[in-house]
T-cell receptor, first 114, second 111 residues
Framework: DAGVIQSPRHEVTEMGQEVTLRCKPI?????LFWYRQTMMRGLELLIY????????DSGMPEDRFSAKMPNASFSTLKIQPSEPRDSAVYFC????????????FGPGTRLTVL | DAKTTQPTSMDCAEGRAANLPCNHS???????VYWYRQIHSQGPQYIIH???NNETNEMASLIITEDRKSSTLILPHATLRDTAVYYC????????????FGAGTILRVKS
């Protein structure tokens, strides 16, 4: 299994631009999580899905952030418009009901907003 | 979820056991203790979890005190590749419940 796949691995953009981060969870997993990591705030959960349905989006910082999961094998996190304070590493993770409740994390996307 | 307290950093000699403590004095009866680690520039990696009994797997052992107010993660023979940030997390053990990461412990394994 290839594990959780995230793209792009690095993204540099200018303030005001739209940014889309992508995630492919491990096949068969029914939970998907989006996290953000910064030096100041550490690792924070933004939103998570179960069977493609958003369950808890209380960590989404503001309306500029949105996440979708159109099918079981793909999710996006969009920031529009982006701001310098959005610069962070964004991780996607997935897990499966019935396993040992281990979340498998992707390699992350390092976002820099200039 | 109960709050956890971990030392900011620890050093360990290569080949020796690394013992990472975690305090969770407000833990509830249905809350599990989870350990994850994050090696530099990588996503966090699950290590082990437990409720009240000691647990062991191929990576580590988890020792939970009888009153469950603290626990210790043990890496039996630390290697340089074990240098990472180790997170102790307490949460209700229901699938899909979110993990709340604290600051963790920076473990430096030295040769």
């Amino acid at each position: 299994d290839a594990g959780v796949i995230q793209s792009p691995r690095h993204e540099v953009t200018e303030m005001g631009q739209e940014v889309t981060l992508r995630c492919k969870p491990i096949s068969g997993h029914d939970y998907l999580f989006w996290y953000r990591q910064t030096m100041m705030r550490g690792l924070e959960l933004l939103i998570y899905f179960n069977n493609n349905v958003p369950i808890d989006d209380s960590g989404m910082p503001e309306d500029r952030f949105s996440a979708k999961m159109p099918n079981a094998s793909f999710s996006t996190l969009k920031i529009q418009p982006s701001e310098p304070r959005d610069s962070a590493v964004y991780f996607c993770a997935s897990t499966i009901l019935g396993g040992i409740d281990e979340q498998f994390f992707g390699p992350g996307t390092r976002l820099t907003v200039l | 979820d109960a709050k956890t307290t971990q030392p900011t950093s620890m050093d360990c000699a290569e080949g020796r056991a690394a013992n990472l403590p975690c305090n969770h004095s407000t833990i509830s009866g249905n809350e599990y203790v989870y350990w994850y680690r994050q090696i530099h520039s990588q996503g966090p990696q699950y290590i082990i979890h437990g409720l009240k009994n000691n647990e062991t797997n191929e990576m580590a052992s988890l020792i939970i005190t009888e009153d469950r107010k603290s626990s210790t993660l043990i890496l039996p023979h630390a290697t340089l590749r074990d240098t990472a940030v180790y997170y102790c997390i307490v949460r209700v053990g229901e699938y899909g419940n979110k993990l709340v990461f604290g600051a963790g412990t920076i473990l430096r394994v030295k040769s």
